[in-house]
Nanobody, 123 residues
């Protein structure tokens, strides 16, 4: 399994944008699907988006379709989540994850996690 470190979180007003990055260590990032999850205070961790190792297929939670875009650069061993039109209810700690693409819609099936980065959207 790879080691993952998120960055790019912060405070943004409603309607604004943020771009999260997920840097992988080691030499196997391109062999894994990559996903993003989030966890708000008092709530369970939930799926946001996922992408195959090749970048050819993506999957999004219904709540973020059309606003968030997942991508990856295997040469740089980095994944990204572009978040546009942010809403206060998007406030959460965002985590990147790596594993089989088919597992990256269910938090309980994911084995490799980053440490998380805080995203706060103000009204």
């Amino acid at each position: 399994q790879v080691q993952l470190v998120e960055s790019g979180g912060g405070l943004v007003q409603a309607g604004g944008s943020l771009r999260l990055s997920c840097a992988a260590s080691g030499r196997s990032f391109s062999n894994y699907g990559m996903g993003w999850f989030r966890q708000a205070p008092g709530k369970e961790r939930e799926f946001v988006a996922a992408i195959r190792w090749s970048g050819g297929s993506t999957n999004y939670a219904d709540t973020v379709k059309g606003r968030f875009t997942i991508s990856r650069d295997n040469a740089k061993k980095t994944g990204y989540l572009q978040m546009n039109s942010l809403k206060p209810e998007n406030t959460a700690v965002y985590y990147c994850a790596a594993g089989l693409y088919s597992t990256l819609a269910t938090p309980g099936l994911v084995g490799s996690w980053g440490q998380g980065t805080q995203v706060t959207v103000s009204s």
